[in-house]
């Protein structure tokens, strides 16, 4: 029995563990109920009487050193447990979650890209504008109904702060600084005090074109609305132009592609028309030339202005407006990956 003491003592002195549970199985092992310290003591009464004094000393030398050495361990690992256990080393990463840019971004970037191939430069201008550069130098007249309270948000009531309701004011800021060549290309956010819907919202986005210079005739501008339709929506595209009205271009059209949804056979998008509006577009009307400081007998221009979210819709089909400022993660991560 001695002889096993000294052992049992021998190999708790090398006792190791690495994790908790190794800790739990030694307690078990040596001195719970069943453990071998409860067996030697079981043995202990066989143990002859002049013995017992010797042995039992050694027996309960043996139990304490048992225990010391198991709360060392605990104690040893439980101070390393923080870091240990907060640190999974064996754990995969997380997959790097890409952000993607908004629809209207990357419309807003394909646009603006066609235009500068054909040597459009890119001019922005305030969105808190005044009237002048809105209305007045673009030949609205002072009763226009685009003025009204119904539509332009003004800016601490005042009449000639205001929130602009197109992106045409940045023509007018263009001209106001500059002589021609003007080609310039406008793409930002304009307001307008519409009720909130699927169809309409109160600040949307616009990409308007200027291009003054001596000789620019109506045919340029087919040839750059053409060539800018067939570069967005394919090859296949054809456009028609239906005389419309803005103050300040004469003459004024509309612009429609045939539908690129049905390809023009007639669809419910197009209104079984076969085609979709796109644009207004138009000659830069003499007015304003004049009214921006540049000769009208010496210059002419067209200018074109689009709803973003409109050729968006045309491109990506979506079919409520109001998807383009809700941020709803599920909604843009469709576009991870276009162009
Ligand atoms: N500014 C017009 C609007 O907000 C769009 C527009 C039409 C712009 C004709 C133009 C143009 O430059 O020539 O509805």
């Known amino acids: ?51 017992k004094r010797l042995v039992g000393q050694q027996l309960n030398v043996l139990k304490e050193a048992i225990i010391a050495k198991i709360n060392a361990l605990r104690e040893a690992l439980s101070s390393t447990k923080g870091e240990a256990e907060a640190i999974d080393w064996t754990r995969t990463a997380y997959p790097v979650r890409l952000g993607t840019r908004h629809p209207l971004t990357l419309v807003q970037q394909e646009i603006t890209s066609i235009f500068a191939r054909l040597g459009f430069a890119i001019a922005e201008g305030p969105e808190v504008e005044d009237d002048d550069h809105v209305f007045s130098l673009l030949n609205f007249a002072e009763d226009h109904p685009a003025r009204d309270m119904q539509d332009t948000f003004f800016v601490r009531n005042t009449p000639d702060t205001l929130l602009r309701t197109h992106t045409s004011s940045v023509q007018t800021r263009a001209m106001l600084g500059a002589q021609p060549p003007i080609r310039i290309i406008c793409p930002g956010r304009v307001y307008r005090n519409e009720a909130i819907s699927y169809r309409a919202h109160c600040f949307f986005h616009q990409v308007e074109a200027l291009y003054v210079d001596e000789n620019v005739s109506f045919a340029d501008l087919k040839q750059v609305l053409l060539y800018f339709a067939q570069e967005m929506f394919g090859s296949e595209t054809k456009i028609r132009l239906r005389p419309s009205y803005f103050p300040f271009t004469e003459p004024s059209a509309e612009m429609d592609i045939s539908c690129n949804i049905c390809g023009g056979s007639g669809c419910n998008f197009c209104k079984h028309t076969g085609w979709v509006e796109i644009l207004g577009c138009g000659m830069v009307d003499p007015n304003v030339l004049e009214n921006c400081g ?11 202005g689009m709803g973003v979210e409109r050729i968006t819709n045309l491109k990506y089909r979506v079919s409520d407006l109001r998807l383009f400022s809700e941020n709803d993660v599920r909604f843009l991560e469709q576009f991870q990956g276009a162009e």
Do not use: C, H, W
């Not at 090398?14 to 003591?41: H, M, N, P, W």
């Not at 540049?294 to 074109?304: M, N, Q, V």
């Open 1 to 51: 029995m001695q002889e096993r003491i000294q052992q049992l003592r021998d190999q708790v002195e090398a006792l190791t563990a690495q994790t908790a549970q190794e800790v739990e199985d030694l307690r078990i092992k040596y001195i719970s109920k069943k453990g071998l310290i409860s067996q030697l003591f079981d043995e202990f009464k066989t143990v002859p009487n002049e013995e």
């Open 294 to 304: 540049i000769d009208s007998r010496k210059y002419s221009g067209y200018a074109l």
